[in-house]
């Protein structure tokens, strides 16, 4: 049977960078991607580098929530782990440095006990 359908990404700017949380109707899957926009290049030791989480809660209340994943040197985005799709529950990524100073987190993505996705 077909999944339901419902948004597939989710995308927000702010500060330095942007996140995107991401959707694979194929496999229901939830991962983010970060990159910075202010030009800034990721270095040794971490500055100026930038790292996405994603955290999946379900509606039992239970968390749980991928390790960082740091950005390459340079200016190229960095994937977060995935995450499967479990319905219910709501999704969400955070965006901080590598340091770990928040920066900024996404919109919500969320699905329902039937498999119906939404975006906030």
């Given at each position: 049977p077909a999944r339901p359908a419902g948004p597939t990404a989710f995308s927000r700017r702010f500060g330095p960078g942007g996140t995107r949380l991401l959707r694979s109707p194929g496999c229901n899957t939830v991962w983010a991607c970060v990159t910075r926009v202010d030009g800034k290049r990721?270095?040794?030791a971490g500055v100026n580098c930038a790292q996405v989480r994603v955290t999946r809660v379900r509606g039992t209340g239970t968390r749980l929530t991928t390790?960082?994943?740091?950005?390459?040197?340079?200016?190229?985005?960095?994937?977060?782990?995935?995450?499967?799709?479990?319905?219910?529950?709501r999704f969400s990524a955070r965006f901080s440095t590598f340091n770990g100073k928040h920066l900024g987190a996404s919109g919500t993505l969320s699905v329902d006990a039937a498999g119906n996705w939404t975006a906030a």
């Open positions: 990721c270095k040794r390790p960082g994943r740091r950005q390459p040197r340079g200016t190229g985005a960095v994937p977060s782990l995935q995450l499967v799709g479990k319905a219910p529950a």
